[in-house]
């Protein structure tokens, strides 16, 4: 699958040659087996809460969470293909926002994990541990917690907080100790959610309208007018972005090693890799 085979305006092919490029750091993942230990659990006000007791937890909990965000970003970017090939702009940004949360996962992993390491509190590993696990979003809302759907569940980690990790990521990146003004991610989000909501933003797309002295004629039609050129150039740089903190959390976070006695060490052949083959990837 080469994006560049897609038939799109000529100013998104330096996109498209990126995304094929970063789509080879794939071939570099080799999917370990994940033994996961019987795990000690507590429920209390239906609320459940993972005992981390053994480096083995942890093991799990790493790969198994990392696993899952990088096999669904992958997914997801196939499916924005299709919806590509098939000039599908309402799609690709449906899609593209959930390819966000899941790299804004990999980047709250990291985060969280350093948080934990910098303030020596593994209660904040240990609680966040049991929301990647166990989070349900019926918990969040009180009137489904006593539902069977909720029941020995935790509520979810936040969205707020993966969109955020995000543009946290780029701050730590940049030189000289100025932080960027902008939230790009979260300003990404923010206009994404316009289409996956309900409201008269996303509709107008597939409108055209008539204005006249005594109010507007509004004509809905099955094909979207997507803004061409500037649309698919806008959402095609932020699928880049995506991928190059989502995969380079994804290393980093799969960089550090836990062993018994619960000792972390991190693996620096796959933190280098990050940076020399992800986040420099097109820098001249």
Not at 59 to 79: F, G, L
Not at 150 to 161: K, L, W
């Amino acid at each position: 699958m080469k994006f560049t085979a897609l038939k799109l305006p000529p100013n998104c092919l330096e996109y498209l040659e990126k995304i094929d490029s970063l789509q080879e750091v794939y071939d570099s993942i080799k999917f370990e087996t994940v033994f996961e230990p019987i795990q000690i659990r507590h429920i209390e006000n239906g609320k459940m809460n993972v005992q981390v007791t053994s480096y083995l937890d942890l093991k799990a909990w790493q790969k198994e969470i990392a696993y899952s965000s990088i096999v669904k970003m992958r997914t997801t970017e196939n499916s924005i293909y299709s919806s590509l090939s098939n000039d599908d702009f309402y799609t690709f940004a449906i899609l593209l926002r959930h390819h966000m949360e899941n790299a804004g996962l990999l980047a709250l992993l990291v985060d969280t994990l350093m948080e934990s390491f910098q303030k020596k509190d593994f209660n904040i590993l240990n609680k966040f541990i049991s929301k990647t696990w166990f989070g349900n979003s019926f918990y969040n809302k009180p009137m489904f917690r006593d539902s069977d759907e909720a029941f020995g569940t935790i509520e979810t980690v936040s969205i707020s907080a993966m969109i955020n990790a995000l543009d946290n990521f780029l701050e730590s990146l940049n030189i000289g100790g100025k932080k960027p003004k902008d939230k790009s991610f979260a300003n990404n989000y923010t206009w994404l959610c316009q289409f996956a909501h309900p409201n008269a933003t996303s509709s107008s797309f597939f409108t055209e309208t008539n204005k006249t002295k005594t109010g507007t004629y509004i004509n809905f039609k099955w094909n979207g007018n997507f803004i061409a050129e500037e649309g698919y150039f806008r959402l095609l740089s932020m699928l880049v972005s995506n991928m190059i903190v989502g995969y380079a959390n994804f290393f980093i976070f799969l960089s550090f090693e836990f062993s018994e006695g619960m000792t972390i060490t991190q693996n620096q052949k796959l933190a280098i890799y990050a940076y020399d083959n992800i986040l420099t990837r097109f820098k001249q």
